[in-house]
C-alpha cells in the first residue's frame, strides 16, 4: 500500500481548520474521520489522545501525524488537514503545527499500519510537497497534491 488514495477520500481534506490548540484540534478532526470509519468520535479522540500522551506525533516543520489503532475498523483510513492559523503542537523542533494527516489502522494491521505511518511521514518530509500544501487553499487541490505519485512512492 504505497499509494495514498487507498487511505484518503476526497472528501477527508480539510483545506482551512481553525482550531486554539491541540486538544480542540483532534477532537473535531476525530468528528471528521468518524464519517469515514463509522466509530464514535470520542472513541477515536481517546485513541489520538492516548497516543499523544507517549509522546507527541508533531515531527517537526509544522507537520504532525496523529494516528492510533482501533478495534472496530477493517481498513487503513486517513485524513488531512490545513490549519488556517498554526497552532502550538509539542512538535518535536518547537514548531506550531499547520499540517496534519490522522491516520487510523484496524488493530490487527501491524505492517499495513507502519507502512501508511512511513509513507505519509516521507511525503511530509519533501519540501517540495510541504511547499505545494501550504501553497494550496482548496480541498481538490491538496487531494491531489497528497495522491499524485512522487518519486518516493515508486521507491517504497
Do not use: W
Not at 503545527?97 to 501491524?110: E, S
Amino acid at each position: 500500500m504505497t499509494d495514498l488514495a487507498d487511505i484518503i477520500d476526497a472528501r477527508a481534506v480539510l483545506p482551512s481548520v481553525k482550531a486554539q490548540g491541540k486538544k480542540q484540534l483532534l477532537a473535531d478532526l476525530s468528528q471528521a474521520i468518524a464519517k469515514f470509519v463509522a466509530v464514535d468520535h470520542r472513541i477515536i479522540f481517546e485513541t489520538l489522545l492516548t497516543r499523544e500522551k507517549l509522546g507527541s506525533t508533531g515531527i517537526g516543520q509544522g507537520i504532525a501525524i496523529p494516528h492510533g489503532k482501533l478495534a472496530a475498523i477493517n481498513r487503513v483510513c486517513g485524513l488531512f488537514a490545513r490549519l488556517s492559523t498554526p497552532i502550538a503542537y509539542d512538535s518535536l523542533d518547537g514548531q506550531p503545527v499547520d499540517l496534519v494527516f490522522v491516520l487510523l489502522a484496524p488493530d490487527h494491521a501491524g505492517a499495513d499500519h507502519l507502512k501508511a505511518l512511513a509513507r505519509i511521514s516521507r511525503l511530509l518530509r519533501e519540501n517540495d510537497t510541504i511547499a505545494k500544501l501550504r501553497g494550496t487553499d482548496t480541498a481538490e487541490g491538496l487531494y491531489s497534491i497528497l495522491t499524485e505519485p512522487s518519486a518516493t512512492a515508486s521507491a517504497a
